[in-house]
């Protein structure tokens, strides 16, 4: 039963609110059909699953926590992968991206643009940008940002389109990320760690019961660590995370959760690609053929800087009307603010008419490599703020309709969203002192900045509604089918310097703000999805699935463009990504260890092609791209004393219809290495030694294309090889030293769409670390 399990608004059209009223109707109305059915068929009647997933043990956790996923990981037709953290907290994980590198194909291998490199968590899954469907407790978070672990439970991973679950989202998946909260348990634990490169990082976590029913628990966490092999590259922050419970074991629960998380870092915007593979000398760059930079090398200043501050605050009841209905209602107040200057460059050289060197890269002595110099011209800014006001309400109820038993999830949501960016440039047409191109100094000077009026502000305001049930036909056959509406109204002001590669002056003075038209777009999303499991027995599940997923004009940044050629027209229709997937789940050792088998593909659709045009010569929306691929998993334990987590990816990418996107000229998507291998196992002796490691292995892949010329293509494949080794000095104190990248392998983690900079992967390193529990 459910007490026996607990551990622990925007304006609406007309429209929305009746369709809203009419599917809240469709949920309300089971209600006499479960109270009817628990009275007269008790045989039949379900008890509801553990919703809120805490205190999972070891690598393998059996469901999400998401209310909308009714049946458990084994039974559900997806691929999802959940991520615990015993697994990530045992790899010494820090951050979001430290955490996904447990996921095959998932991970920040993307730079940016030409001067602007992308901060926080980048994440491109399965071949297409995945920043901006990151959720944290099921809500959208939104920034920039790199996102510390220290107060998430476990991370999960979805695969395929997930508009359905989440509204507009990114084609192949999303990522949420499951905060601790309090519970009757009463406990303190924490890390101490240090390691090479200056990394020194604490984090606590206490909880404490407040009498039979209510309990407070808080987690805070500190850093100031160098990033290992980049000279100058810094993380600062610290964060608290305070929760109360109240009604803990009761039908009516109330949970307050409150962030708040400050960092001050000095960002990474790579070193130059030359003499990499792949790389070819432009004029007046021959003698640097073969001589590649220190990877270590740091070719920003000491005025770079990425502060952040991330505040969040939650509020959710949980009120079950009986043993099989639970109404939850969840409600929201997140802002972050972030205040970011970078210096990037670009490695470009030629010759003049004179034979004289000109471009970014010039020498004093074409044969003395220390007179080469690089220019640091491109500063890059952000001045923005993202905030989010969200109210979700969720009715969850299990009932019987003759010999088919029903799992049914039905909600609303109200969200509005916003971006506000205060822009940034150079002042007097100044810039820094160059960098030597082989040993740079930071101690630049000569760049002066200043806002400048060019600001913008992008909103959406959303009203969605949503249904989900599985239908049990038996003891065998699972049918779940899942359909949402999403009402947006997205509106997007903005300004401009004129002049230069701004707007034109007209009778205004060189430097004058323009204000742009306020662009506004609004739609009705309808994303569904409908798949089937037959249960072999309880050890095999075999699944299929169809579902699609939509992406609005302006729905990854709320920002709207009138430029015929950009996807944020509001003119345009949303891209729209369809997933067919069949795979088999199994179980083994008594349900300790899955494997999972997943082939699938997905085709987005209403991209724009610039090769097919209309009637007034304007790009159309025949584009199309496609990602089919193959995805093996296993997770658990295969003895009591040995874990297991590892996963295989082979991605098959095209450009079916519209122009290359990779600078090879291949079909190819970019940034989406073809295969991917990524595993971690550990055993634990019975006298407190435990000893792991694993193996992470990405294939090559493409980089985008720009009229780069002599930059690297691709990447090359690469395996790293990581190790830790534990020991419980008592029940209150483990010692445990991680190793990574034991054989200190070079390669490239990342790389920028020209293919100028690359972020180079982290050397070999060593973190020790004190973990202590009472």
Known sequence: MIKSRKHSSS??????????????????????????????????AQTLDQIHVLGVRGFKADRIASPKFTQSLQDTPQTIQVITRDLFNQQGATTLTDA????????????GENGNTNTGDSIFMRGFDTSSSIFVDGVRDLGSISRDVFNTEQVEVSKGPAGTDNGRSAPTGSINMVSK????????????????????????????????????????????SDQPGRDHVNNTRWGIAPSLAFGLGTRTRYYLNLLYVDQ????????????????????????????????????????????????????????????????????????????????????????GANGAPTGNIRYANAADLGSYTIARSLPTFKDQRNTILTDQLNLRADFATGAIEHNLSTGLEFTREELESFGQAATGGTTWSPANLY?????????????????????????????????????????????????????????????????????NPVGTVITNPTLAHSDTLINWKLGAVYKVDDIVSLYANYAISQQPPGGSNFQLSSSTSSADNPRLDPQKAKTFEVGTKWSFMQDALAVNLALFKTEVSNE??????????????????????????????????????????????????????????????????????????????????????????????HRGTDGAVGTPA???????????????????????????????????????????????GAPRSFLFSADFRF
Not at 19 to 40: D, E, F, N, R
Not at 189 to 218: E, P, Y
Not at 719 to 741: G, I, K, M, Q
Request: hydrophobic share 35%.
């Open 439 to 507: 040993a740079p100094d930071w101690n630049a000077t000569g760049l002066t900045w200043a806002h400048n009026g060019a600001d913008s502000r992008g909103k959406t305001s959303t009203s969605s509604v949503y249904l989900f049930d599985t239908l049990n036909i038996g003891e065998s056959f699972l049918v779940t089918a899942g359909l949402r509406a999403d009402h947006y109204k997205t509106e997007y002001q903005s300004a401009a310097v004129c002049g230069g590669r701004g707007p034109a002056c007209g009778t």
């Open 181 to 224: 909260q309090a519970n009757l348990h009463n406990a303190v634990s924490g890390t101490l760690a240090t390691g090479t490169d200056d990394q020194q990082r604490g984090t606590a976590d206490w909880n404490q019961t407040l009498g039979a029913t209510s309990a407070l628990r808080l987690n805070a966490m500190w850093q100031d």
């Open 264 to 351: 001050s870092n000095v960002p990474d915007g790579g070193v130059p690609t030359l003499g990499l593979p792949g790389w070819t000398a432009q004029p007046t760059l021959e003698q640097l053929a073969g001589h590649p930079v220190d990877p270590e090398n740091f070719y920003g200043t000491r005025a770079d800087h990425d502060d952040v501050t991330a505040k969040m605050a939650t509020f959710r009841i949980e009120h079950d009307i009986n043993d099989n209905v639970r109404l939850t209602n969840t409600a929201r107040w997140g802002r972050t603010d972030q205040d970011y200057m970078l210096t990037a460059f670009m490695g470009t050289g030629t010759r």
């Open 714 to 760: 691709f990447t090359r494949a690469y395996t790293v090889f990581d190790a830790v080794a534990s020991y419980a000095v008592n029940e209150h104190l483990v010692l445990r030293l991680n190793a990574y990248n034991l054989a200190d392998k070079q390669y490239v983690a990342a790389i920028n769409k020209s293919g100028y900079r690359y972020t180079p």
């Open 608 to 701: 724009i092609n610039a090769q097919v045009l209309d009637e007034a010569g304007n790009p159309t929306q025949t584009g199309r791209k496609s990602v089919q691929g193959i995805e093996l998993s296993t997770v658990g334990r295969i003895t009591e004393n040995w874990s297991l987590s590892a996963g295989y990816s082979h991605l098959d990418t095209e450009v079916e219809e519209g122009a290359n996107v990779a600078a090879d000229g291949t079909r190819n998507l970019t940034y989406t290495p073809g295969d991917t291998f990524t595993s971690w196992t550990s055993y634990t002796f019975p006298f407190g030694l435990t000893i792991g490691g694993g193996a992470r292995y990405a294939g090559s892949m």
């Open 100 to 111: 996904l590198r447990n996921s095959p194909g998932v991970g920040t291998f993307y730079v």
């Open 11 to 44: 304006p609406r059209t007309a429209a929305t609110l009746a369709t809203a009223g009419l599917v809240t109707g469709l949920g309300l109305a089971v209600l006499p059909v479960v109270a009817h059915a628990q009275s007269s068929d008790t045989a039949t």
